[in-house]
């Protein structure tokens, strides 16, 4: 009886570390600091989604180094709500929209960051 449920905390365990790691891809990171809802200096100090948002630019952009400087200068405005982000509409739109729908209308002066 012991074995069967050691067994079966064995698969369970096993099922949610795969799910974890399913989760911690790069592309989830880059969503998760893209999501208006969660735009904060905590997550952008975390060094993981930092580290997956580095390999998934190199990913996205092939090295190319105009790209990344392009990413880099949005990814700042975006963090720091300059351009359209800093709209008071648009802090109050954070959790009224979409995430793909508040891009489509607060991310104009963003275009790479929009399509990542």
């Given at each position: 009886m012991f074995m069967f449920f050691f067994s079966r905390k064995n698969e369970l365990f096993e099922c949610v570390r795969r799910r974890w790691d399913w989760f911690h891809k790069p592309i989830h990171a880059v969503a998760h600091l893209?999501?208006?809802?969660?735009?904060?200096?905590?997550?952008?100090?975390?060094?993981?989604?930092?580290?997956?948002?580095l390999t998934y630019v190199k990913m996205w952009t092939g090295d190319d180094v105009h790209m990344i400087d392009q990413l880099e200068k949005e990814w700042y405005a975006f963090r720091t709500n300059e351009k359209?982000?800093?709209?008071?509409?648009?802090?109050?739109?954070?959790?009224?929209?979409?995430?793909?729908?508040?891009?489509?209308?607060f991310g104009l002066g963003t275009p790479l960051l929009v399509y990542i």
């Open positions: 893209l999501h208006p809802l969660w735009r904060n200096e905590e997550a952008y100090l975390d060094n993981e989604l930092e580290d997956n948002w359209y982000f800093g709209n008071p509409t648009a802090r109050l739109r954070e959790n009224q929209l979409a995430p793909v729908t508040w891009w489509e209308r």
